[in-house]
């Protein structure tokens, strides 16, 4: 019996992980806008093009509809969220009070090197963006979520850092496309420099002022681009 007993947890853990690799493929598609806002999802062809069966595919939309990006109808099954201008606006209202809360958290357990290797790589971006040259808006993206999910992971509030992760898996359905606005990425990359500056000198104040003017300045994006 005890032997069964592990199987069933050992298949239990399969997929657990089989689902949350979907529904992180399923995210990426969705913040890099590869389905229309409203569009019904297909367990069946999700299931396919996963190589997986439809019960993890069941799970991950589970996942995915808690955060905000798909919307479950009782009878019909799973839709692409609709989040307009105004729901981003909530989300950055929440993300005004709470990121500068988990940030200031965070200041003292994240380690010196981590925030270097950070500091590094927005200066890299930078001189790149000053010499002309094309940014990928993927590498963008991927880099200001491993920025902002530095601090949301290592702050010393469980609860806050469940909030924070699913309000910036919503604020991604729209920094992808902010990524691929080039009059908006000298700025944006310059305050997340702005941001790590902060952070390394552990002024707590500043911090909560960039975090607060990045933010802001994400909502006028909000205003002028999207619907």
């Known amino acids: ?29 969705i913040i890099e806008n590869k389905f229309d806002a409203g569009e019904p999802l297909s367990e069946m062809r999700l299931a396919e093009m996963f190589n997986v069966s439809r019960t993890p595919i069941r799970e991950a939309i589970a996942i995915l ?16 969220s609709e989040l307009k201008r105004s729901d981003f606006k909530e989300i950055n209202d929440l993300r005004m009070v709470l990121e500068p809360l ?20 927005w200066t890299h971006f930078l001189s790149e963006f000053e010499s002309g040259l094309e940014l990928s808006a993927t590498k963008l ?34 920094v992808y496309a902010h990524w691929n606005t080039r009059e908006s990425i000298g700025e944006t990359i310059r305050q997340h420099i702005e941001i790590i500056n902060a952070m390394q000198n552990r002024d707590e104040i500043f911090l909560n002022e960039a975090l607060k003017a990045h933010i802001e300045y994400n909502n006028r994006f909000i205003g002028i681009y999207m619907r």
Not at 4 to 26: C, W
Not at 104 to 120: D, G, R
Not at 143 to 166: A, P, T, W
């Open 1 to 29: 019996m005890k032997e069964n007993g592990n199987v069933l947890r050992s298949h239990a853990r399969g997929a657990v992980r089989l689902a949350d690799m979907a529904a992180e493929k399923i995210r990426k598609m």
């Open 65 to 80: 509809e808690q955060e905000g990006l798909l919307t479950t109808v009782h009878g019909k099954g799973a839709f692409i």
């Open 102 to 121: 988990a940030a200031v958290s965070a200041l003292y357990t994240i380690p010196p090197p981590q925030l270097a290797e950070h500091m590094s790589v």
């Open 141 to 174: 993206a991927e880099r200001d979520d491993e920025l902002h999910f530095m601090y949301i992971n290592s702050c010393n509030n469980k609860r806050l850092q469940g909030f924070l992760r699913v309000l910036r898996f919503q604020t991604n359905c729209y």
